[in-house]
């Protein structure tokens, strides 16, 4: 684009390195930007580099925080010994919505994938079993997702936590709530089968 | 979502105004963000806000511009005596990059819509008129889009300017060159009709 000035043609190269934005809409942002008010494009600007400064990972769980250590770790509210464990902050987000676990978290940071070459010691795997054993903790929940990464780093996680004998669980697979039976894929309904309840 | 810090929760608050980004691309780029090194978003971040505070618009074409005057209106090579009238910054792009054009430019910054309330006040005509009269100007080519609003600016404007005794036309209209006949609409048809040329 001959007709940009330096300015433009450096911002759009930065740009363009975000996850979902190509040279068109890259000049549509630039467009934006040059309507906009000066004082919003400064606090734009600002937003983005405090907000990559200020927040850091949980030194006890690996979640997101502002803070040595997050909100939950902080909140004397919650069990300290019951932990769940997942793959990734987005996970704590939506269990956090649901709002009936009460315990603390586990953020492994990704899942074990030998396809993608990620393995065990690419997880806060360490950290993990450090805290279990230094830190009293009664009860363990698996939250991994129930995809095929998942479920291996779930088998992973049994294999090495069941020897320090805390109550181990991994959540429940099955049919989602409101779903109906005769939609559910084959494995779905054989987990569901596997996990049914006396009533 | 309850579990985002502060910080990150603001950032995705400045991020959905810009045109295109929803709620799911913000959480990208605050994914992209967090794991991306810290220098590479201060550069990011000072990009966008270098950009807002160095281009502004040339003082005699209303072009996009880092200095007073853009680098077309510098030029010395550039016929300063031919203006190309286009209603925005990326018309001016596309032009420069057919590459055939040695004159120089007046940028409308918009178009004649009375269905959406934008009428000759709201363009950048008078500075036109000025440019014109005091600058021996001695042609003028109206390259305003095709369509409803840009024919009805190219009308407006050649009621202004033939009073002004300078040599006026009209970009041609017709074929897309490597177009096929058969599949061009009736308007384009009937408009290559018209401007029908000798041979």
């Not at 600007?45 to 997101?64: D, F, G, P, T």
């Not at 009860?139 to 996680?157: K, P």
């Amino acid at each position: 684009m001959a007709n940009y000035t330096e300015s433009i043609e450096k911002l759009i190269e930065r740009l363009i390195k975000l996850p979902g934005i190509g040279r068109r809409s890259a000049d549509r942002i630039i467009g934006y930007i040059l309507d906009a008010d000066l004082s919003e494009i400064k606090l734009l600007s600002e937003a983005i580099s405090r907000m990559k400064e200020n927040v850091r990972v949980c030194r006890i769980c690996h979640n997101l925080s502002e803070e040595e250590l997050c909100k939950i770790c902080r909140d004397p509210r919650r069990r300290q010994d019951i932990i769940c464990i997942v793959e990734k902050h987005s996970d704590v987000t939506a269990i956090e919505k649901a709002g009936t676990f009460d315990g603390v978290y586990h953020v492994l940071m990704g899942s074990i994938s030998p396809l993608e070459g990620r393995g065990p010691a690419d997880l806060k795997i360490e950290s993990l079993l450090k805290r279990i054993k230094e830190n009293h903790i009664k009860e363990i929940i698996i939250a991994t997702d129930a995809d095929t990464e998942g479920e291996t780093t779930a088998l992973y996680l049994t294999k090495i936590i069941k020897p320090l004998g805390v109550t181990l669980s991994r959540i429940g697979l099955g049919l989602p709530v409101g779903s109906n039976l005769e939609y559910a894929d084959a494995d779905t309904l054989s987990k569901s089968l596997e996990s049914r309840r006396a009533i």
